[in-house]
């Protein structure tokens, strides 16, 4: 007995000194564990790692949102020597691709009637480094130059959308020509004879993330009960066009409403019943007031505009709208008359005193104006929406404007890095544009600020001379499609985009704003 109870207290006593010893160890470790825990959530939040992966806004290897551009403001993006305003307005070299010429001396309709040649416009190109990739490449850095990230309001830093290069991808457009039934028909390239196809399948490929393809339910999510609305130029239409085509082919189970036409097609609505999302379009040449009675010196059938008042059509909808998207500056190269505090001080193809120096050219016209809508928008009671200012749409009629020989024709792929040549008038007008911006955002509130956008697209688009319908504007099958004898090109659009192209790329720039937006309200709320 005592043989084998002796070996039961060994046991016993040798094996309790051996579990308090394990358990402190263990009670040690699991303590390191949740400091060492506790640590990593403070130095890197779950809100802020985790949201890259599910929004593709992340590098997969880092899982974290890079710098954003939020509220972006853009001082300081140019580095020569500011414009001077003199008595002599600028013009592109290039203009609108069709009948309705930015720099012609046909007066723009103001009877409520959208011109009906609403292609032609002045547009250039910005220099850059924007990469070009073939499928299977890795992008590389980067055409826009950096934005200023410190300049923004958002409350979580989120990765620069316009600084990245072009790539191709073989899955190509998510419409087709054929299946969207409300594309323009001088955008519809390929129903008008355009026989080559890459042009559809290149993709913006930011830096510092990703941007997702177009996913209609999400925005139908995301715009639930809303209205987004389209405000400005032919290029409102083009990019609102591009909209309606990406939900349309998407969600082809919905019931869509024709658009209501409200009298002079300057308001269009499109209706999502079973999500009631509307998109909407308003023509605004100016985004300011504009009438065409004798004013001072300058007589009755001249178009004036005011430029310190913003065109009371867009203030009247605001309250209705949600998101809007602005468009403008091409129409700058028309015939107009600027008056500022009720007084006559420039002019555009009109200044009939050539002695007297004007104030203000069309270049600072264009700048006031964008300060003027927004601070009005900015301040409306009755509205608190999202503002996006999309930045000027650069056009690539080479070898002069679109009346006098400019061509883009036989453009089948983006210009390659280091091969863009620069446009001064695409510069200095979208140096004025983000100064406009940059001032309006000064003179709101702070809560005011973070809903101003501006989405600076300008110098990555600048690449892109191979998206415009060049001359296959028309179904014709006797159009003339090649240089004639002389060496002439013929009639051609080189500022609106083919539909599909890279106009799409803008609304999944939108998409992700809107998507941003609503993060930032949640965390906020």
């Not at 990593?40 to 551009?69: C, H």
């Not at 559809?200 to 999510?221: G, H, I, M, T, V």
């Not at 009109?350 to 300060?371: C, L, Q, R, Y």
Request: aromatic share 10%; net charge negative; proline share 7%.
């Amino acid at each position: 007995a005592m043989a084998l109870g002796s070996p039961k207290v060994s046991i016993f006593g040798a094996a309790f000194p051996a579990k308090v010893s394990t358990i402190a160890i263990a009670i040690g470790g699991l303590a390191s564990f949740f400091v060492f825990g506790l640590l990593l959530r403070l130095s890197y939040p779950i809100g802020s790692s985790v949201s890259g992966v599910f929004y593709g806004n992340a590098t997969p290897e880092l899982v974290e949102v890079p710098l954003s551009l939020s509220n972006h403001t853009v001082e300081g993006l140019y580095t020569g020597s500011d414009v001077s305003v003199s008595d002599q307005n600028l013009t592109s070299n290039s203009s609108l691709g069709s009948p309705d010429a930015v720099a012609s001396d046909k007066k723009p309709l103001v009877d409520g009637k959208e011109e009906a040649d609403e292609k032609k416009i002045d547009v250039g190109s910005g220099e850059g480094d924007t990469n070009v990739s073939k499928a299977g490449d890795t992008p590389s850095v980067v055409s826009s130059s950096p934005h200023d990230d410190s300049k923004t309001a958002s409350a979580e830093p989120e990765c620069d959308l316009y600084q990245g290069s072009w790539f191709y991808d073989p899955e190509g457009p998510v419409y087709t020509n054929n299946s969207c039934p409300v594309i323009t028909q001088m955008q519809n390239c390929q129903g008008n004879g355009r026989s080559d196809k890459g042009y559809e399948n290149w993709r913006w490929k930011p830096s510092q993330c990703d941007l997702p393809r177009f996913d209609a339910k999400k925005f139908l999510e995301l715009m639930r009960g809303k209205t987004l609305a389209f405000i400005g130029d032919s290029v409102a239409r083009n990019q609102m066009e591009s909209m309606l085509c990406l939900l349309w082919q998407a969600n082809c189970f919905l019931q869509v409403e024709t658009p209501v036409n409200r009298g002079s097609r300057k308001m269009q609505r499109w209706l999502f019943k079973s999500s009631s999302v509307m998109i909407a379009r308003i023509w605004s040449s100016w985004l300011v007031h504009q009438f065409n009675e004798k004013f001072d010196y300058a007589p009755e059938g001249v178009t004036k505009l005011k430029l310190d008042l913003p065109d009371e059509r867009i203030i009247e909808a605001l309250p209705k709208f949600d998101v809007i998207v602005f468009s403008s500056g091409h129409w700058f190269a028309k015939q107009s008359v600027y008056i500022l505090n009720d007084e006559i001080v420039g002019g555009q193809l009109w200044w009939p005193d050539k002695s007297k120096p004007m104030k203000v050219n069309n270049v600072e016209a264009f700048g006031i104006s964008v300060e003027t809508i927004l601070k009005s928008v900015a301040t409306h009671p009755n509205y608190t929406g999202l503002t996006i200012v999309r930045t000027w749409s650069p056009d690539h009629y080479e070898g002069g404007a679109w009346n006098t020989g400019g061509s883009c024709t036989g453009k089948e792929e983006p210009i390659l890095p280091g091969k863009l040549v620069k446009n001064g008038f695409t510069e200095v007008m979208h140096e004025k544009q983000a100064t406009g911006f940059n001032q309006a955002v000064e003179g709101v509130s702070e809560s005011s600020k973070v809903k101003l956008k501006l989405m600076d697209i300008t110098e990555a688009f600048g690449y892109r001379h191979d998206g415009h319908p060049g001359p296959y504007r028309s179904p014709d099958p006797n159009k003339i499609t090649k240089r004639g004898p002389d060496g002439r090109p013929p009639p051609q659009d080189c500022l609106h985009w083919c539909m599909p192209g890279p106009v799409d790329t803008w609304n999944e720039m939108v998409l992700e704003l809107i998507r941003r937006d609503v993060e930032g309200r949640k965390r906020n709320s």
